[in-house]
C-alpha cells in the first residue's frame, strides 16, 4: 500500500521551486493560512489500531510523509522527536520523506539514528543550480541510508554530475504544474538524464509540467496528462537495463 502520513500542514516559503507551491494555492482556495503551520488529526497515523488490534497501516506499506508541509521545517522542531520515534517504531513501513531543508537535517535527530534508519528514504530537492550547489554537498554528507534527489520543479539546466554516486539511489524530474506555471524545458530533463547515465544512477521523468518546451515549441499540457505523457517520453532509465531511445 502507499499512501499519504501528513503529520503537520501548511510551509513557509524559501526559495524559487517555491513560488507557486501547491499549498497555498489550495489552502488559498479554502481560506487558511498555509504560512501558519500545525499538527493535524493524522499524526499518530502508523500507530493507531483497528479494533482488532491490527495496525491501521499494514506491514509493508509505503508513507509519503509530510507531503504539504516539509519535514524540517523550523516550526515543527517540537513535533519532529515523537515524529521520528513513531517512524523507528515501524520498521515495517518505508517513510519517504522530500525536504527543502537539508540545512536542517540534524534538528531533532534521533540518538539512535546511527547512519540512517533503514526504512526512511530521503529526497532532496533543487530547482535550479543554484540549489543544487547550496543542497547538495550537505545532502550527500548527511548520515543517510536511503537518498534520492528530486529536481522539480525543474527551472533550468542542472549539471548534477558532480554529486552523482553510488549512494544517490534515483533522480526524479520534473516540470511545473498548476495556474502561473513556468517553463520546463525538455533538453533540461535529457541533460540531467545523460549525467545520470554516465554515473550509472537510475532517471525517472516524473512528469511534463503545465508548461512544456521541446525542440523549440511550448506544448500546453493539462494535469491530467503530465504524468503520461512523461512516461510516453520513454526516457527513464535503470542501470540494470540501460535501455534509452531518444
Known amino acids: 500500500m502507499k499512501d499519504g502520513w501528513n503529520l503537520w500542514h501548511g510551509c513557509r516559503k ?3 521551486g517555491c513560488a507557486n507551491c501547491y499549498v497555498y494555492r489550495m489552502d488559498a482556495e479554502h481560506g487558511r493560512d498555509p ?3 500545525h499538527r493535524t488529526a493524522a499524526f499518530g497515523l502508523p500507530l493507531r489500531k483497528n479494533r482488532a488490534g491490527e495496525y491501521r497501516v499494514p506491514s509493508g506499506s509505503t508513507l509519503w510523509t509530510c507531503f504539504t508541509s516539509d519535514f524540517f521545517l523550523e516550526d515543527a522542531d517540537a513535533w519532529r522527536s515523537e515524529a521520528w520515534r513513531m517512524i523507528a517504531a515501524r520498521p515495517d513501513v518505508e517513510f519517504i520523506i522530500i525536504t527543502k531543508r537539508i540545512h536542517r537535517f540534524h534538528a ?11 526504512n526512511v528514504r530521503i529526497g532532496c530537492t533543487c530547482e535550479n543550480q543554484r540549489r543544487a550547489d547550496e ?4 545532502f550527500r554528507a548527511a ?3 536511503h537518498r534520492f534527489i528530486v529536481c522539480e520543479p525543474l527551472l533550468e539546466p542542472i549539471d548534477l554530475s558532480p554529486y552523482l554516486d ?4 534515483e533522480v526524479t524530474v520534473g516540470g511545473e504544474s498548476g495556474a502561473g506555471a513556468r517553463i520546463c524545458d525538455y533538453a533540461w530533463v535529457l541533460g540531467i538524464r545523460e549525467a545520470c547515465v554516465a554515473a550509472g544512477v537510475p532517471f525517472h521523468f ?7 518546451r521541446r525542440d523549440g515549441r511550448i506544448y500546453a499540457v493539462p494535469r491530467l496528462h503530465q504524468h503520461d505523457q512523461a512516461k510516453r517520453a520513454g526516457i527513464d532509465f535503470s542501470p540494470i537495463t540501460k535501455h534509452y531511445t531518444p
Open 135 to 138: 543542497r547538495l554537498p550537505l
Open 108 to 118: 531533532s535527530l534521533p540518538e539512535d539514528w546511527g547512519a540512517g534508519y533503514p
Open 206 to 212: 516524473h512528469q511534463t509540467g503545465a508548461n512544456f
Open 14 to 16: 524559501i526559495s524559487e
Open 143 to 145: 548520515p543517510i541510508a
Open 35 to 37: 504560512a501558519t503551520p
Open 166 to 169: 553510488d549512494r544517490i539511489e
